[in-house]
Nanobody
Framework: QVQLVESGGGLVQAGDSVRLSCAAS????????MGWFRQAPGKEREFVAA????????LYEDSVKGRFTISRENAKNTMYLQMNSLKPEDTAVYYC????????????????WGQGTQVTVSS
């Protein structure tokens, strides 16, 4: 059974950095593109970043470009999201997900999700 477990969230101040991790099990991790999404209170879950199966290609939502970096270590079945220069508007629950098919910007393109980790950025 596929399991994705996020960790690394917390309460930080604006301008701080946080690194999220997503540990995968029950899956041949290196076969799949993976993604990060986030959901703020009262808002839809939105795409943040995606990374190809071998890590050679990445995609970012415009508001996080230049501040967030997605990466992966296939030997450890783990994906990361390094978040720098955090802003209050980055406050959300962050989810990792396994890409199934289709455009990586869409939620419906992903089939397995973690439980999420809260990131709160205070001003």
């Amino acid at each position: 059974q596929v399991q994705l477990v996020e960790s690394g969230g917390g309460l930080v101040q604006a301008g701080d950095s946080v690194r999220l991790s997503c540990a995968a099990s029950g899956v041949t991790f290196s076969n799949y593109r993976m993604g990060w999404f986030r959901q703020a209170p009262g808002k839809e879950r939105e795409f943040v970043a995606a990374i190809s199966s071998l890590g050679s290609s990445t995609l970012y939502e415009d508001s996080v470009k230049g501040r967030f970096t997605i990466s992966r270590e296939n030997a450890k079945n783990t994906m990361y999201l390094q978040m720098n220069s955090l802003k209050p508007e980055d406050t959300a629950v962050y989810y990792c997900a396994r890409h199934r098919s289709g455009t990586p910007f869409l939620r419906n393109s992903y089939d397995y999700w973690g439980q999420g980790t809260q990131v709160t950025v205070s001003s």
